[in-house]
């Protein structure tokens, strides 16, 4: 079975400065790990992931993430918040070994952006 | 290139209706899925489909019904609503049930059920 936990349901920075967004993960094969962004009022659109490969991912709008399996966390950071950041993010698991490809959400969190 | 297309955006059922939410793209997408969003939980999974007449359950699939008749549409039938169906729900689609590949979401639709 695949899990997913974010810590901290709402994140604020200020503007410039640095984001992080954590995620662990369980998985009892190899995971594939994904970084979501959701806007308000919209769906939401991949920012990154890691399936295999190097450990440090890098994504849309300036986000990296880092697979660390020995602490099993796929952290998300992007080192100056921007206002245009502020929207809520989701951390996903899958697996190579997953029927249909299914994705494990975890519960988002909302990244606000202080002027 | 309209991508994923939800439809309806908003709509309010009163206990025991019944309702189709529709889900159509138009990438030539195998994979078509339908996850409910709801405060503090993420997203879960309801149905999913690898192709035309190939359907399965999600995490949370009772008291939903889908069907995958062709590749572009994947609707999402509730047969008698209930309040704890109040949810905002997402389509979404990938080319392939690959666990790498990415998915492609609707813009949603905000459902009350009274």
């Known amino acids: 079975a695949q899990s997913v936990t974010q810590l901290g349901s709402h994140v604020s920075v200020s503007e410039g400065a640095l984001v992080l967004l954590r995620c662990n993960y369980s998985?009892?094969?190899?995971?594939?790990l994904f970084w979501y962004v959701q806007y308000p009022n919209q769906g939401l659109q991949l920012l990154l992931k890691?399936?295999?490969?190097?450990?440090l991912v890098k994504g849309i709008n300036g986000f990296e993430a880092e697979f660390k399996k020995s602490e099993t966390s796929f952290h998300l950071t992007k080192p100056s918040a921007h206002m245009s950041d502020a929207a809520e993010y989701f951390c996903?698991?899958?697996?190579?070994?997953?029927?249909?490809?299914?994705?494990?959400f975890g519960q988002g969190t909302e990244l606000s952006v202080k002027p | 290139n309209a991508g994923v297309t939800q439809t309806p955006k908003f709509q309010v059922l009163k206990t025991g209706q019944s309702m189709t939410l529709q889900c159509a793209q138009d990438?030539?997408?195998?994979?078509m899925s339908w996850y409910r969003q709801d405060p503090g939980m993420g997203l879960r999974l309801i149905h999913y489909?690898?192709?035309?007449?190939?359907?399965d359950q999600g995490e949370v699939p009772n008291g939903y019904n889908v069907s995958r008749s062709t590749t572009e549409d994947f609707p999402l039938r509730l047969l008698s609503a209930a309040p704890s169906q109040t949810s905002v729900y997402f389509c979404?689609?990938?080319?392939?049930?690959?666990?790498?590949?990415?998915?492609?979401f609707g813009s949603g639709t905000q459902l009350s059920v009274l």
């Open positions: 979404a689609s990938k080319r392939r049930d690959s666990a790498s590949e990415k998915l492609f």
């Open positions: 998985s009892s094969v190899p995971p594939y």
């Open positions: 890691y399936t295999t490969g190097a450990t």
């Open positions: 996903a698991v899958s697996a190579i070994y997953n029927q249909g490809g299914k994705l494990i």
């Open positions: 990438m030539n997408h195998e994979y």
């Open positions: 489909s690898v192709g035309a007449g190939i359907t």
